[in-house]
Structures are given as structure tokens and as C-alpha cells.
């Protein structure tokens, strides 16, 4: 990347050249150059889309020489760099935060208006980049903004999707799927650096041969190849000076790929090699929290990991470093299982490429390798089938067998005669076919594994890896989970942002813990009215967009009721969606009065996993109770459900800071942490939940006054698991929940169809592995308290401001000093 040393001798040629000037004139004479030479229109001839791409290089070229000024001053340093290594990166639009990044907002806002133009037209041309799924690509999009902002060296490693998240939409109220094409009208916050690609293999077999000195060795002869496109994002720290790098590979064919193929003379089929090359980077899957056993899924996962670890080695370090001094200079960041495979990849390297002996090797890679889990779910930790993974990356496979072999006898040294136990630690399972556990892989090679939220790393010690916990109390760590101010709150809410700032002055945005001094402001009746305000204003920028967005009309005057995430059965939509059936049937059946509901709006947003059936049928369900609950007389528009197509991060930019009530209704135990409910209560909103991953720390920090707590806590549904559930059993005990659900058994919602939802309603009826039935009556009860703390507006506004007040802790710039501190050991650069 750095290419031959230069021999300029110009005194520019050795530094950055300077940023344009930071000033409206300096900013109109830029953008208008960016506008001329780059989309080679004048001002009165381009599109909007020219003015905005116009406008990111623009902004691009405020942050470059500071970019590149990270880059010298990190190598020079020779510090320790934090290496993230993730499938996923949930970015979110880039122009906002990178104006804010660079104190550019008001100056372009000020310099286009002088070019005729509104800012506002230009933001809602960029696609976001939907490079995740959920809360795990989004958790590291926070992570390196956070790193950026404190000044941690650190790159962040991934995937370049051609297509990111699939684009919802609903026909007839079923999720049918467009693909993402977000990179369609140009992508101008990436820097591609075709010329830095790096090879990585595939295939083949393995050889022994003897070295120069007699010495034994192994060899991998690969069978194919692709080549591995760097394409390089800023990471801009907040108004700090630091940007750091996001690298994203991009997969191409190589050329001796094709010629091989070419000199067969099928052209045709030469050309079709190029695409199963070009395949590996063309979409992310859309699995969150299950994994999916695919063979182009593993390759995407060797493909990254194998070309960051090429990268940093080759092209970060300084030539002839010594690699027994890998450790101080870099930390692998393993996000989830997906990486995992790094593991062998840098003992190959070691290895077979720089002559280590294995145990030194050893030594190197488990200084090397952190590793987060993120689950709690047993059947969503990755098992690699050995035939796959033999096949596809065989030297892999044999050193993955010797980890294990010299793992399972320090197993059978420390616990002798207990071979049960060497089986169930071994990383090879025997059922329901040969696979490796990549958790267990991660847990061995790893210096430090943590779990996302209290509760979540306590359960992973006790349940998903006790016997590893048991061996290696010291190896498990817990860090919680955050979300970035900037984006979440400084951004998404800028009218709470400038009525904080007012009230504690600024500095809380890169110290968030700040905000508990806004908390006897909850007693000032005049604060109080403000905050009101400022949550009325948000809910009317949300009816604007939603309007715009999907012809959606939210009523005035609401409790807005917010579920947003994933659609997954142990979140519970369906426990959701039975309050709401239920609220509908006791009205329409007359035992109670229209004029009893709290005027209430639900707002959902939640994509299912295309093959994941009871996830799309229940999606299916919400839309068709919609349809009903929407258009009853009966209800008096005092129930409204909203459930606009395509939840991303840019919807929930303006729908978070709009929302009264945050649900985060889990079965208690499942979900590892959640970062939606931090960003709920950052933003004014009170939770109803259950005592859930982060929730449990949440409801600490904002007091039980301030938070609606409802159903079994972990402890409940593992005695009751263990005991039996009979969901059955429940429906026959609660005559309101038995109206509910026959209700939706009697086709009502499915225009007289009985069937339509037999496979959601029965499965509730008959399974309900997540014990919806089972916490049915504790959730409506705790609605009812909700309503009747909302009656009082004084007293929910007081609580709504103390959760605000009380959740500084869960910025990610906290769990990055966490991390910096646990697991890193590493500090921000001085
Ligand atoms: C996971 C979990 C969430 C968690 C997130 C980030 O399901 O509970 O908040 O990672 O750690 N797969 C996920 O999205």
C-alpha cells in the first residue's frame, strides 16, 4: 500500500496537503470544485444526486488530511492497533455523522443555501449501507465510532456487500424481499485500492516436505483463488483530529483464475468463473442470531479474515518485523463466531509461511485473539461440518484437530479419568454429523471472552460454556453493550441534544455519564415542560416521515407504544400482538368501553429471516390484526397499530426519539443484551421488559420506579422449563387470553380463513418454547400500570427524564474502556 519509498524532494510531498478552509466561502469553492471536476456538471445543470455525492467528497476532503495524518502518526508510533473483526458493520447513513464529525454541518447547511440548495434534500439521497443484520453489526458500527472518538488506534475489518440487508416490502401484508442495492447511484464514501489486494486460496490438499535444514513441514497446494479488494471507509472520531479506517474487502476473480480456464478455450465458461469468484462478497445473509451451515457463507468468513489478517501483517506492520512480537502490536477482536476461522489461519501463517514451531505459534496466536459472544441461543453457535471445512480450507481442518488434540490434553491432565467431559469440551462434535464448534475454537484460543450484559456473560459461565468457565475462571469477562451518543442521541435527537446542552452546558457527548447532572431538573416543573416539548416536536417529525415514507397517518395525541427489532420468536412480537388482540376483543365484545383504552399507537418495525417461516407468518399476522384493529368503528381511534415496511437504522433515527414506551419483552434468559433499549431510555422513552440481558442493568440505573418490570426472571423460566410447560394449560386458566387467541382461531383477521395462522397460534398453543402464553397476564398487567403512570403526565415526563438522566452509562465509548481496560490492555493514543 505504501509503495517504493518517495524521493521528492518538493516539501509538500511528505505531508498531507492542507483542508480546504473552514468557512462558508471556503466550503462553497470546494463543493462547487467537487461538482465540476468530479461529476462534471455546473450547479444549474446536476441532479440531486450530483449535489450530494458532490457534497460527500466535499466533506471527504475536510477529514483527508486528517485521515492520512492517523495513518503516519499510528505507524510511527508502533502502538498497539485494535483490530475488529466482524461479518457485519450496520453503518447507517454516513453524511450526518460525518459532517458532525468534522463541525461541518453548519457551515454546508449555511454554503448550500447560498448554492440554492437544502441540505435536507441532499441527506435522504444517500442508501444507507446495510452492511448487518441487527444488533451485532450495529454494536460494531458504534464500536469503531467510539474507538475513532477516543483516540484508539484500531481498523475495522469486514465484508463489502454488493448487497447489504434486504430491502423489506409487504404485498397483501406478507414480507417479500428486494435486494439492497445501495450501491446503485455511487458510492462515495469508499476509497478502493485495487492495487492492495491481496490473494486468498481455497481448496485443495496438503503436503509434507522436508525444509532446507531436514526439518519436517506442511505445505496447503490450494485448487483456487480470489483476490481480496480492499475498500477503505473514514472512521471520523468526534471532533478529535483521529480518523480512523473501516477496511472492507471486496472479492474479485484473479487472473491466473481465468486464464487457466480461458486457455480451455470456454470463454464462456471463464466468464462464469469470474462470478462464483465475484459471489463471495454479493450478498449478506440475512440470518440474525441462526446461523445458516452454507459453504459460501464459511468462504465469505475465510475470505475476510484471511485477507485482513494478509493486510495487517504485510501491509500495516513495518517490513521485517518479528512476528514472536505479533502480540504488542496487534489485538484481534473476534465479533461472534464468524471470524473465528482467523484462529488457524494466523498458526498457518506462523507456521508454514515464517517457520514457527507450533507451540511458539500457539503462543503468538492466543495473545492475539479476543472473542465477544453474542448469544445465548445453543443452536445459534456455529458448527462447521469437517467434509465442508476439509474440503474448502483443508490445512484448516488439521490444525484445528491439533488445537484440539493438545486442548483435550490439558483437559484429561487437569481432570483425570473424567473422559465425558473430554467429550463434551473436545471442539469436534460427533452429532448429528463430524462439525467443529467454533465457540468452543474461540473460547480455547482466546485471551479473554466476554458476553455483552451481565446477566448474558453470567449465563454463558454457567450454561453455555460452564466446564470452559470452570478450567479458565479467569478467561471470561463480561463487558456491556452500548450505543454511540453521536449517532443516538446528538443526531437522531438534536432538539433533547440542544436542551441538555442548555441545562449541564456541553462536554456530555464524549462524557455521557454528564447527563445525570439534568436529574433534579426532573423536579423543575419549566424543565419538565420543555422535555414534553421536545418529545411532541419528535413525534411530529415522525408523523411527517411516516406520512412521506408509507403513507402511514399517526393519530395525534398517543401513547406512542415502540417495538423495533428483529423478528425473532424468543423476542416475543407475538406477546406484543396478544395485548393488542386482546385490548380489540374486549372492546368489540363490549366488556369494556372504547373510552377505558388509553389512546395508544403501536409501532412496529421488524424484518424476518426470509426462510424463517413462523417469524414471516407472524409478520403476516401483525399486518392482517392491523388491517382490523385499524378500521374498527368500535375502537373510536383509540387503538392504532403502525407498521411501516423496511426498519433501518435511518427510521430509527427519527422513530426512537419519538417513542413514549420502549418494549423489550424477551424471555427472560434469551436475549444476550439488546442496544435498542439503550437507546429507548437515552432518548426520553420508559421501558416495559422483561429482566433481560441489558434491561436487568438498565432497570438498576434508572430505578424500579422508572421502569415497567413484568414475568418470570431467568431462575422462573429455567424452573418452569425443567418442570414442564404446558402453554395449553395457560390458555385454559385465563379466559381473557382464551378470547384472545380464539379470536384469531376464528378467522376473524383472515377474513373468515381458520387456518391462515394455525402454525403461529398452535405453536403457541402447543410449544411456545418463549413462554408468551406463560408471562401473558404479568405483560397486561404492567400495560395497565403503564397507562395509568401516562395519565399522569407530570410523573411520566419526571421518569422519562430520570431514565435520561440515569443511562450515561451505556455509552459505547464506556464499553470501550471497558474493553481498553478487560480485555485490550491497550490505551488511547497521547
Ligand atoms: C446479538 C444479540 C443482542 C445483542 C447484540 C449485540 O441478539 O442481544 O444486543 O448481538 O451484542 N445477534 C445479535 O444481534
Known amino acids: 500500500r505504501l509503495g517504493p519509498a518517495s524521493t521528492a524532494t518538493h516539501p509538500l510531498a511528505t505531508a498531507p496537503v492542507g483542508s480546504p478552509s473552514h468557512n462558508v466561502d471556503g466550503f462553497v469553492r470546494e463543493f462547487l470544485h467537487e461538482l465540476n471536476t468530479n461529476q462534471g456538471v455546473t ?33 510511527a508510533a508502533k502502538v498497539k492497533t485494535v483490530g475488529y473483526l466482524s461479518a457485519e458493520y450496520l453503518l ?39 452492511l448487518g443484520n441487527g444488533g451485532l453489526g450495529r454494536l460494531a458500527a458504534c464500536f469503531i465510532d467510539s474507538l475513532a472518538t477516543m483516540d484508539v488506534p484500531s481498523i475495522g475489518y469486514g465484508i463489502r456487500y454488493e448487497y447489504g440487508i434486504f430491502r423489506q416490502t409487504f404485498v397483501d401484508g406478507r414480507q417479500v424481499e428486494q435486494p439492497d442495492t445501495w450501491l446503485a447511484l455511487g458510492a462515495p464514501w469508499e476509497f478502493p485500492h485495487p492495487e492492495s489486494a491481496v490473494q486468498v486460496h481455497f481448496g485443495g490438499h496438503t503436503e509434507r516436505y522436508a525444509d532446507d535444514g531436514g526439518q519436517e513441514r506442511t505445505r496447503w497446494v490450494p485448487s483456487w483463488n480470489v483476490l481480496a479488494v480492499p475498500y477503505n471507509y473514514m472512521v471520523p472520531g468526534y471532533l478529535n483530529g483521529r480518523v480512523n479506517t ?41 440470518e440474525d442470531s441462526t446461523p445458516q451451515g452454507k459453504e459460501l457463507r464459511l468462504q465469505q468468513q475465510y475470505f475476510f479474515v484471511a485477507a485482513s489478517l494478509r493486510d495487517f501483517i504485510d501491509h ?34 506462523l507456521i508454514d509461511e515464517h517457520g514457527f514451531d507450533w507451540d511458539e505459534a500457539w503462543e503468538v496466536t492466543r495473545q492475539c485473539f479476543d472473542y465477544t459472544c453474542h448469544t445465548l441461543l445453543p443452536e445459534a453457535l456455529e458448527v462447521w461440518p469437517t467434509e465442508l471445512l476439509g474440503r474448502l480450507l483443508p490445512r484448516h481442518l ?3 484437530f491439533q488445537i484440539n488434540d493438545q486442548f483435550l490434553s490439558l483437559v484429561r491432565q487437569t481432570y483425570p479419568g473424567d473422559e465425558m467431559l473430554a467429550r463434551r469440551m473436545s ?50 469477562t463480561n463487558v456491556t453493550n452500548g450505543v454511540t451518543p453521536r449517532r443516538f442521541v446528538r443526531l437522531s435527537n438534536p432538539l433533547l441534544s440542544e436542551l441538555i446542552t442548555d441545562t449541564i452546558g456541553a462536554g456530555w457527548l464524549t462524557d455521557l455519564e454528564r447527563l445525570k447532572e439534568l436529574e433534579p431538573y426532573a423536579d423543575d416543573p419549566q424543565f419538565r415542560e420543555r422535555f414534553a416539548a421536545v418529545k411532541a416536536a419528535n413525534k411530529h417529525r415522525l408523523t411527517d416521515l411516516l406520512r ?81 384493529v385499524n378500521a374498527a368503528p368500535e375502537l373510536e381511534e383509540r387503538l392504532k397499530i403502525a407498521f411501516p415496511a423496511n426498519y433501518n437504522v435511518t427510521l430509527a433515527e427519527t422513530l426512537i426519539p419519538a417513542a413514549d414506551l420502549s418494549e423489550q419483552i424477551s424471555l427472560a434468559g434469551m436475549e444476550a443484551s439488546g442496544t435498542g433499549n439503550m437507546k429507548f431510555a437515552l432518548n426520553g422513552a420508559l421501558t416495559i421488559g422483561t429482566d433481560d440481558g441489558a434491561n436487568v442493568e438498565i432497570r438498576r440505573l434508572v430505578g424500579d420506579k422508572h421502569f415497567f418490570l413484568f414475568g418470570m426472571d431467568e431462575p422462573a423460566v429455567s424452573a418452569l422449563g425443567a418442570k414442564g410447560y404446558n402453554p395449553g394449560s395457560c390458555y385454559e386458566a385465563n379466559p381473557q387470553l382464551k378470547a384472545t387467541l380464539d379470536l384469531i382461531l376464528s378467522g376473524h383477521f383472515s377474513d373468515g380463513d381458520r387456518h391462515l395462522f394455525d402454525s403461529v397460534v398452535y405453536n403457541l398453543l402447543n410449544q411456545d418454547r418463549f413462554m408468551a402464553l406463560a408471562d401473558f397476564q404479568a405483560y397486561v398487567d404492567t400495560q395497565a400500570k403503564v397507562e395509568e403512570r401516562y395519565a399522569d403526565q407530570e410523573a411520566w415526563t419526571r421518569s422519562t427524564i430520570l431514565n435520561v438522566a440515569r443511562t450515561g452509562y451505556f455509552s459505547s465509548d464506556r464499553s470501550m474502556r471497558d474493553y481498553l481496560q478487560r480485555i485490550w490492555h491497550t490505551s488511547p493514543m497521547l
Open 398 to 400: 488439521e490444525i484445528i
Open 246 to 286: 473501516l477496511r472492507l474487502w471486496s472479492a474479485q476473480a484473479t487472473k491466473a483464475f481465468d486464464l487457466q480456464i480461458f486457455n480451455s478455450g470456454d470463454y464462456a465458461q471463464a466468464v462464469r468463473a469470474q462470478t462464483f469468484a465475484e459471489n463471495i462478497s454479493k450478498v449478506l445473509y440475512p
Open 427 to 476: 471442539m469436534i462434535s460427533e452429532h448429528p454429523e463430524r462439525g467443529v464448534r467454533m465457540a468452543f475454537l474461540a473460547t480455547v484460543a482466546a485471551s479473554r471472552v466476554n458476553g455483552v450484559a451481565e446477566l448474558h456473560s453470567q449465563l454463558l459461565r454457567d450454561k453455555v460454556l460452564p466446564d470452559f468457565s470452570s478450567l479458565w475462571p479467569e478467561k471470561f
Open 92 to 130: 447507517g447513513r454516513q453524511l450526518d455523522n460525518a459532517l458532525l464529525a468534522s463541525d461541518l454541518a453548519d457551515i454546508a447547511e449555511k454554503g448550500l443555501e447560498l448554492c440554492g440548495i437544502d441540505l435536507a434534500d441532499l441527506r435522504v439521497q444517500e442508501v444507507e449501507p446495510g
Open 316 to 349: 500495516e506492520l513495518e517490513p521485517g518485523f518479528d512476528l514472536h512480537r505479533l502480540p504488542e502490536r496487534i489485538t484481534f477482536q473476534l465479533n461472534d463466531t464468524h471470524p473465528v476461522i482467523a484462529v488457524p489461519e494466523l498458526m498457518r501463517i
Open 43 to 75: 450547479l444549474s445543470a446536476s441532479s440531486l444526486n450530483d449535489q450530494y455525492l458532490a457534497l460527500a467528497s466535499t466533506v471527504k476532503n475536510y477529514l483527508m488530511a486528517r485521515w492520512l495524518e492517523t495513518g503516519l502518526k499510528t505507524r
Open 548 to 628: 412521506a415514507r408509507d403513507g402511514i397517518d399517526l393519530p395525534d395525541g398517543h401513547l406512542l407504544d415502540v417495538m423495533v427489532k428483529r423478528l425473532h420468536e424468543y423476542k416475543r412480537q407475538s406477546l406484543k400482538l396478544l395485548h393488542i388482540v386482546s385490548l380489540y376483543e374486549q372492546v368489540i365484545s363490549g366488556k369494556i368501553s372504547a373510552a377505558d383504552l388509553t389512546p395508544r399507537t403501536v409501532v412496529f418495525g421488524a424484518k424476518a429471516a426470509p426462510g424463517y417461516r413462523m417469524a414471516k407468518d407472524t409478520i403476516h399476522l401483525i399486518n392482517k390484526v392491523a388491517a382490523k
